[in-house]
């Protein structure tokens, strides 16, 4: 057991930051799997407990290399900007379609003029008006509280607490609306949800769909 010393030293760090003296932060982590049980990435994983009040000022980027939007899904608070920055040896031109937001650049080469505020939650597909194979996502949430799992599938969070459902979206899953909530009371001893989500990867006729938004 921590001496009075000890004692004393942590309630006077936890006066001096202004928390109460019983905050702990909750940590876990949630790993996406395929039904073939290979990592999924590219899965927004978001927890709505902490809405946005301000949108951060930070400018997401989606790239373009190798007539690729890179990364493929971005994630942004509502709100946030995003630019497109083409790294290329060829121009590009991004637009979507997409009812959260509508835009259209000019064809270009480096870095675009402006970048594209996303004041409405939804997702954004992007595509390129050159090239047909090039489709992109921007997942707009509403919380502040989200995460794009990596290629191992996996994403971290640090809260307050764990929230009692979180949402996961991945743009090929079979989900209604490539959308799922699903309940954190499966979390494991070590701090570990893990979900299998249905992937159908798709062809290139199904990008052309989902660029006009249907």
Not at 24 to 29: D, E, G, T
Not at 62 to 70: E, G, H, M, N, S
Not at 200 to 214: D, I, V
Request: with cysteine; hydrophobic share 40%.
């Amino acid at each position: 057991m921590p001496n009075f010393m000890t004692r004393l030293c942590r309630v006077v760090f936890y006066l001096t930051l202004g928390l109460p003296l019983a905050t702990q932060a909750a940590q876990f982590s949630v790993r996406i799997l395929d039904q073939n049980g290979n990592p999924v990435s590219s899965a927004v994983v978001e927890s709505s407990l902490n809405p946005v009040t301000q949108a951060i000022r930070e400018v997401a980027i989606i790239d373009q290399i190798d007539k690729r939007f890179v990364p493929m899904v971005v994630a942004v608070q509502q709100g946030q900007h995003v630019n497109f920055p083409n790294h290329d040896n060829i121009r590009h031109h991004v637009y979507s379609f997409s009812s959260i937001r509508q835009f259209s650049t000019e064809l270009y080469a480096g870095i675009p003029g402006e970048p594209v505020l996303f004041d409405k939650t939804g997702v954004a597909v992007l595509g390129c008006n050159i090239h047909d194979s090039m489709v992109g996502y921007i997942y707009v949430s509403a919380s502040q509280d989200f995460a794009v799992t990596d290629v191992s599938g996996m994403v971290s969070f640090t809260l307050p607490i764990v929230p009692p459902e979180i949402t996961i979206w991945h743009p090929w899953s079979a989900d209604p609306d490539n959308q799922r909530q699903v309940s954190t009371s499966s979390i494991d001893n070590d701090g570990l949800l893990e979900i299998t989500l249905t992937i159908n990867e798709p062809s290139q006729a199904f990008g052309f769909r989902a660029l006009s938004g249907n």
